[in-house]
């Protein structure tokens, strides 16, 4: 946990150094444009790498549930549900 925090902080950091650099340039427009690329790719990979673990917690989900309806067994057939 610590090491993600840690992780997470120097993440922030070279993340704000970077748009410090892009902020630095002479064109308005060049500093502009960089700004606006670089907080859509940070927001793109956050938002990836969030659906990436919810997909994940989903895919267990369904399996654990269709190990726990596997195993129902003989109840369910007796119910007229099939099973796999």
């Known amino acids: ?3 993600q925090a840690q992780m997470g902080r120097e993440a922030a950091e070279r993340r704000q150094k970077q748009l410090a650099a892009a902020g ?3 064109s308005a427009a060049a500093s502009l444009l960089q700004r606006a690329w670089l907080r859509v790719r940070h927001a793109v990979s956050d938002h990836s790498r969030s659906a990436l673990i919810l997909a994940l917690f989903g895919f267990k989900l369904l399996e654990w549930w ?7 067994g ?4 007796a119910s007229g549900v099939r099973t796999l």
Do not use: G, K, Y
């Not at 269709?66 to 129902?72: F, P, T």
């Not at 003989?74 to 057939?77: E, F, I, M």
């Open 1 to 3: 946990m610590l090491l």
């Open 24 to 26: 630095a340039r002479r």
């Open 66 to 72: 269709v190990r726990r309806w596997r195993s129902a």
């Open 74 to 77: 003989p109840c369910c057939a």
